[in-house]
């Protein structure tokens, strides 16, 4: 059984602050600037170059990868760490491309993230000829996935709503079919129980900065099934996915299984604060986090319908069937958000009205949810947020 206590006590949390923000960015782990000290200090200070070899900086992207492999049920060996989550989606979809030439249709959903969805659209106008990025409503994406598509590039926990897509029965229908699946697991990754190796997913991608706490900018992560890794043929061929990147061959080779899919230099000071978190993860049951965050997101929908009758929940109803967010929909949600966060309860907004909740038990409890809904409560039903300083939009939402 997970130990709720001591995982919160691992986390630096500001005094005071409620933070339901952990689907976006998630807080400083305490041990954090201890170990980034060490790379800084002791490694780079004392190691300079030597420590590519020394410290075990080049395979570290490897080594980080097996540890986030746990997390989302891939098997040993078959992840890897570095670039950011764009970069990843561009060579997961790419190579998933390669793999059904001739197919031309990408089926993805509106509720996918933006930033996926752009990197579908430059991949395939520098293709040509007739792909397609076919975007549909949500649920409709199963009834969508018909002979001529090529990949699904579905993120499973809609970042909007926290809506959850069923990950085996949508890649079941997608092999049926021929089709190649992509997985985001942006907001799924250390927020519920994921089962790559079960449900038999092709590719799968996703950040480490959000339920995993790496910290801001911290690298995202390649998941390639085994039975295509030694086969697929990474499009960003970067130096350190070559076969003897140190023998620099003019001509590119791919190196064996997941090491392909490595593009550029490790960043060995921002893994430092991800290997620090994932400390924190050595004794935790993933099944205990998603039990415990289903309990805290019933209890603030509860809490919030009761005194706030102008918001509308926006996620949906059954708990199963999201992730581990809530978002309300409020006209006025940009002002409602910025008052709530000067109240030192943080949450955050998309547009044009949503109001996203994080619940993340690692560091979050039945007194953390009662209080920010209270607090909720007086910032909507005494209009706190009605004020010019709350409704000037920031550059970051």
């Given at each position: ?23 976006s ?15 800084v ?28 492999g746990?997390l ?16 990843k ?12 030439p ?7 959903d ?6 996926d ?15 397609e ?16 598509i090529?990949?699904t ?9 926290g809506?959850?897509h ?16 992509v997985?985001?697991?942006a907001?799924?990754?250390g ?6 190796l ?9 950040c ?17 099934a ?17 076969e ?6 003019l001509g590119?080779?791919p ?88 109240h ?5 907004f998309?547009?044009?009205?949503v ?19 209270k607090?909720?409560?007086r ?5 706190l947020?009605d ?9 970051v939402?």
């Open positions: 059984m997970t130990d709720f206590t001591a995982t919160r006590a691992a986390f630096h949390i500001p005094h005071g602050v409620i933070y339901l923000d952990g689907n960015l998630g807080p400083l782990p305490k041990a954090a600037g201890k170990r980034v000290a060490e790379v200090e002791q490694e780079w200070g004392e190691q300079l170059i030597k420590g590519w070899n020394t410290c075990g900086w080049m395979a570290s992207p490897s080594k980080v990868g097996n540890r986030i746990r989302i049920g891939a098997e040993p060996g078959h992840v890897v760490i570095g670039d950011t989550l764009s970069i989606v561009y060579q997961a979809l790419a190579s998933a491309l390669q793999m059904r001739d197919r031309k249709v990408i089926l993805s509106s509720g996918n993230f933006p930033s969805l752009y990197m579908a659209e430059g991949l395939i106008g520098l293709l040509g000829g007739d792909y990025l076919r975007v549909v409503a949500p649920e409709n994406v199963a009834s969508a996935i018909t002979e001529e090529a990949v590039m579905i993120t499973e926990v809609d970042y909007r709503t809506r959850k069923d990950m085996a029965a949508l890649t079941k229908r997608a092999h049926a079919v021929g089709a190649i699946t997985w985001d697991l907001h799924s990754a927020a519920l129980p994921v089962d790559l079960g449900v038999g997913a092709d590719f799968a991608v996703g480490t900065y959000k339920y995993l706490n790496g910290g801001p900018g911290a690298p995202a992560f390649i998941y390639v085994p039975r295509h890794a030694d086969h697929v043929q990474p499009a960003l061929s970067g130096w350190l996915g070559h003897s990147p140190f023998t620099f061959d590119y080779r190196g064996s299984g997941i090491e392909r899919m490595r593009v550029g230099t490790p960043p060995i000071v921002q893994m430092a604060t991800l290997e620090a978190a994932l400390d924190v993860w050595d004794d935790v049951d993933l099944q205990d986090i998603r039990t415990r965050s289903i309990e805290l997101s019933e209890r603030f929908i509860a809490g919030v319908e009761a005194l706030c009758p102008e918001l509308v929940l926006a996620s949906p109803r059954d708990p199963s069937q999201r992730g581990s967010q809530v978002s309300f929909k409020f006209e006025n949600g940009y002002a409602a958000m910025q008052a709530l966060i000067a030192n309860v943080i949450g955050d998309r547009a044009p009205d109001m996203r909740f994080g619940f993340t038990p690692l560091y979050l409890n039945e007194d953390d949810i009662d209080a920010a809904v607090i909720l409560g910032v909507i039903n005494d209009r947020w004020t010019p300083e709350f409704k000037a939009r920031k550059a939402t």
